[in-house]
C-alpha cells in the first residue's frame, strides 16, 4: 500500500512537472505562443501525413500483393493427372487406374520465378514514383495555399482599408469637405474590395479542401499552416553545399531510370523463358492394367509422349521481345536526354525566381510598410485627393501580391527542381 502511495505521488509530481515546462520555458505570456508553434502543420510534417494516408498511395501499395501472387504462380510444377478407362470391345483391356504426369524441361520455371520477380520489383518501384509525386503535389499544393491564406489576408486587409476611407468620406462629405461623387467612388472601391474578398474566401476554402484530400484527412479537417515567411529562400542555390553532387547524381536517383532498367530485366527474362519454352516437355503415363477383361491376369502400363516443336516455336515470343530491348534502348536514351534538359531547366528557373524573392526583400517590401496607414491619415486631412489615395492603396496591393506570388512562383520551382533530381532539397527555406 506504501509502495502504492508513493507510485502515484511520483507520477503527480511528474505531472505537473511536464504541464509547468511550457510555461516555465515561454513564461506565461507566450504559452498560447507555444500551443500554437506545436499544431502548427509544417511542410515536412505535411508529406509525411500524405505518403500514409494518401488515397492514392494506399491504392498504388494495395498493388503490390496481386505482383507478388504472380511469383506463387511462377512456382507451379505440372500437376499430375488420374484416370481411369476400360476398352469397349471383346477382349479390350481394363486400366483401373492410370496415372499420367508432365515433366518440365530445362530452366522454364526458373525464368518463369525471375521474370515475376522483376514485375514485383518493377511494382515496387511504381509505387516510389506515386510516392514521390504525392511530394512533389503536397509541397506545391502546402506552398499555394500558405501563400493564398497571405493572400486573403491581404484582401481582408483591403477592405477594411476601404470601411474606414469610406468612413472618412462619409465625415468629410457631411463637413461639406467633398463632393457626393467621390463619396460614391470610395463606395464603389469598398464594394469591389468586398469582392475581391470573397473571391480569394471562396478559392482559400477549396484550396483547403483539396490541401484535406491530398492529405487524406476529411473535407473540412482545420489546418494550420506556416506563415509565408517560413517558405523564403534561406540560401542561395549556388550557395548549398550538396548541390553539385544532387546535380551530377540526378540520372541515377530518378525512379523513371530504375523503372527502366526493371523493364531491360523483364524482357531479358522473357527472352529466356521463351527460349527454354522451345525445347518439348515430355508426358509419362502409368498404372496397372487387365489386357483381356475375359481373364485373370495383369500387367504394368508405362506410356511416353512429347509436344513435335513443328510449328509454334516461341519464334514471336522472342522476336517480340528482342524487339522490346531494342525499343528500351532508345527509350533509355530519351529519358537520359529530357531528365538532364528538365534539371538544368529546373535549376535555371530556381535561380532566377530566388533573385526576384530576394529583389522584393532587399528593396521593395521596406518602402511599403505602413503606407496604407500614410495614405489614409493624408486623405483625412485633406492633403491628398482620393486618386492620390486610390493610386497609392492600388500600388501598394499589387507590391504585395507580387511579392507573394513570388514566394508562391520559387516555391514551385523548388518542388520542380527537386522532382528532377529526385532527392528532396531541405536546408535551402527557412523551415522544410
Do not use: C
Amino acid at each position: 500500500m506504501l509502495i502504492k502511495k508513493k507510485l502515484f505521488l511520483i507520477i503527480l509530481i511528474v505531472s505537473s512537472i511536464i504541464l509547468y515546462m511550457p510555461v516555465k520555458i515561454y513564461g506565461e505570456d507566450n504559452i498560447e505562443n507555444f500551443t500554437e508553434k506545436i499544431n502548427k502543420l509544417t511542410l515536412r510534417q505535411a508529406l509525411e501525413e500524405a505518403l500514409k494516408n494518401n488515397h492514392h498511395v494506399k491504392s498504388a501499395i494495395a498493388t503490390l500483393p496481386v505482383s507478388e501472387a504472380n511469383i506463387i504462380i511462377a512456382k507451379y510444377r505440372p500437376n499430375p493427372y488420374v484416370f481411369s478407362y476400360r476398352e469397349n470391345v471383346k477382349g479390350g483391356a481394363f486400366h483401373p487406374s492410370d496415372v499420367t504426369k508432365d515433366f518440365e524441361v530445362g530452366r522454364k520455371r526458373y525464368w518463369r520465378i525471375r521474370l515475376a520477380k522483376e514485375q514485383v520489383s518493377k511494382t515496387e518501384l511504381l509505387i516510389a514514383k506515386v510516392l514521390w509525386e504525392v511530394h512533389t503535389q503536397v509541397h506545391s499544393i502546402y506552398a499555394a495555399l500558405s501563400i493564398g491564406i497571405d493572400l486573403l489576408n491581404l484582401a481582408k486587409a483591403r477592405t477594411n482599408f476601404y470601411k474606414s476611407l469610406v468612413d472618412i468620406a462619409d465625415k468629410r462629405f457631411q463637413a461639406g469637405d467633398i463632393s457626393k461623387l467621390e463619396l460614391d467612388r470610395a463606395k464603389m472601391q469598398l464594394l469591389s474590395a468586398e469582392n475581391d474578398f470573397s473571391e480569394f474566401e471562396g478559392r482559400s476554402k477549396r484550396a483547403k479542401i483539396d490541401f484535406n484530400h491530398i492529405l487524406g484527412r476529411e473535407s473540412y479537417s482545420e489546418i494550420d499552416l506556416d506563415k509565408t515567411e517560413e517558405l523564403k529562400p534561406k540560401i542561395k542555390i549556388d550557395e548549398y553545399k550538396p548541390i553539385k553532387n544532387i546535380l551530377a547524381d540526378a540520372l541515377s536517383k530518378r525512379i523513371e531510370v530504375a523503372i527502366l532498367e526493371k523493364d531491360f530485366g523483364i524482357a531479358r527474362a522473357q527472352i529466356k523463358k521463351a527460349q527454354w519454352e522451345r525445347i518439348p516437355n515430355f508426358n509419362l503415363q502409368t498404372g496397372p492394367v487387365k489386357p483381356n477383361v475375359t481373364d485373370h491376369y495383369w500387367g504394368i502400363y508405362t506410356g511416353f509422349g512429347a509436344e513435335l516443336p513443328l510449328f509454334n516455336r516461341k519464334q514471336g515470343e522472342i522476336k517480340q521481345a528482342k524487339a522490346q530491348v531494342a525499343y528500351l534502348e532508345k527509350e533509355g536514351e530519351r529519358i537520359e536526354h529530357d531528365i538532364n534538359i528538365e534539371v538544368a531547366n529546373a535549376t535555371q528557373d530556381l535561380k532566377v525566381r530566388e533573385e526576384q524573392v530576394q529583389r522584393f526583400e532587399g528593396n521593395l517590401l521596406g518602402q511599403s510598410e505602413n503606407v496604407l496607414e500614410m495614405i489614409k491619415e493624408g486623405y483625412k486631412q485633406g492633403k491628398l485627393s482620393l486618386t492620390d489615395v486610390l493610386n497609392a492603396e492600388q500600388q501598394n496591393r499589387d507590391l504585395r501580391q507580387k511579392y507573394l506570388e513570388s514566394l508562391l512562383n520559387y516555391q514551385l520551382a523548388l518542388a520542380s527542381l527537386e522532382y528532377a533530381v529526385g532527392v528532396p532539397l531541405y536546408g535551402l527555406t527557412e523551415k522544410q
